[in-house]
Nanobody
Framework: QVQLAESGGGLVQPGGSLRLSCAAS????????MGWFRQAPGNQREFVAT????????SYADSVKGRFTITRDNAKNTVYLQMNSLKPEDTAVYYC????????????????WGQGTQVTVSS
């Protein structure tokens, strides 16, 4: 089973950029669809983006479409989330997760989760 570890979070000003990374251990990374979710204090965990096993198919939440890009490098067992034009409402803990379901936006379809990385957008 794959294990996941996020990195790259931090404090950034509105309009700035960050790139999150999610490093996976285990042999099954290339067979897993991957997703990013986020959770702000007092809110439920929400879908951000997902990518298929090959990287050919991606899907985004409306709130981040056009600003965030999900990619993966199966040779490095890593999935990325490039976040541009960040807004204060993007502040949250960001989690990566793996799933056998293609294109799912439902957290219940994701069986393995990382520990999360904090992103704070503030001036």
């Amino acid at each position: 089973q794959v294990q996941l570890a996020e990195s790259g979070g931090g404090l950034v000003q509105p309009g700035g950029s960050l790139r999150l990374s999610c490093a996976a251990s285990g042999r099954t990374f290339s067979s897993a669809n991957m997703g990013w979710f986020r959770q702000a204090p007092g809110n439920q965990r929400e879908f951000v983006a997902t990518i298929s096993r090959s990287g050919a198919i991606t899907s985004y939440a409306d709130s981040v479409k056009g600003r965030f890009t999900i990619t993966r490098d199966n040779a490095k067992n890593t999935v990325y989330l490039q976040m541009n034009s960040l807004k204060p409402e993007d502040t949250a803990v960001y989690y990566c997760a793996s799933s056998y379901a293609l294109g799912s936006r439902n957290s219940y379809d994701y069986n393995t989760w990382g520990q999360g990385t904090q992103v704070t957008v503030s001036s």
